[in-house]
């Protein structure tokens, strides 16, 4: 308990004074997964979050960086001719968070609501068929925590795909910590560590 509350304390003072934008969490570049240049894309601002699954089953063991370029080479391609990698950040099942699109340019889809406004979190797997790891779990917990206080987006605007569309996105194993009120409760508790977010 007190290294969880010392060490974003201490990470925050480590940056203080530094002029970069670096971040008390750790997300890994673009560079990480071998992304290609995004396309012209369309600006917005995020103001709610909303929760997806990657939909295939993922093998903890897998190379998570090589399935996220997949995904963002098959999007970019002639079936969708998306922007770039559909999704602002990506979690692996050993609790990896991975940087995607640009937040400020809004998602895509291949369903019927509009991801304008919405930033995009997806865990890697399919929650139908699997539960998340523990270290993904806490891992979403951390990146909503943090991108609620970086954009200034409430906590109790975090959904599921599946609240906005014809979908089983995010799979009724993830979806069910929406149910119950449990993830938000755990945000918002999380939240108080990233205080020093500018
Ligand atoms: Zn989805």
Same mark, same amino acid.
């Given at each position: 308990m007190?290294n969880k509350?010392?060490?974003?304390i ?6 203080y ?11 890994k ?11 012209p894309?369309?600006?917005?601002v ?7 699954h990657e939909g295939e089953?993922?093998d903890?063991?897998?190379n ?17 001719n ?14 990896n ?14 369903t019927?609501?509009d991801?304008?406004g919405?930033?995009?979190i997806?865990?890697l ?6 539960e998340?790891t523990?270290?993904q779990l806490k ?6 925590a943090?991108?609620c206080? $970086? %954009?200034?987006i409430?906590?109790?605007t *975090? @959904?599921?795909? /599946?609240?906005y569309?014809?979908?089983?996105c995010p799979? =009724?194993?993830?979806? $069910? %910590?929406l149910?119950?009120?449990s993830? *938000? @409760?755990?945000? /918002?508790?999380?939240m ?5 977010? =500018?």
């Open positions: 007190k509350i010392l060490l974003p201490l990470a925050a003072l480590m940056l004074g530094c002029s970069s934008t670096s971040n008390v969490i750790d997300i570049p673009r560079s990480e997964w071998k992304a290609l240049d995004p396309k894309y369309k600006s917005h995020p103001t709610r979050i909303t929760i997806h089953y993922l903890p063991n897998e998570a960086a090589e399935k996220i370029k997949k995904t963002q080479v098959w999007g970019m391609g002639k079936d969708r998306w922007a770039d990698i559909p999704y602002h950040f990506m979690i692996d099942a050993k609790g968070i991975y940087e995607g699109r640009n937040v400020y340019t809004a998602g895509e889809t291949n019927t609501y991801p304008t919405h930033l995009l997806t865990c797997g399919n929650f139908e068929e699997q998340l523990e270290a891992s979403l917990i951390d990146i909503l943090y991108s206080v $970086k %954009y200034k409430s906590p109790d *975090i @959904k599921g795909h /599946k609240d569309a014809e979908t089983l799979g =009724k194993n993830l979806y $069910k %910590y149910q119950d009120g993830l *938000i @409760k755990r945000v /918002k508790e999380a108080k560590a990233y205080n020093n977010v =500018k």
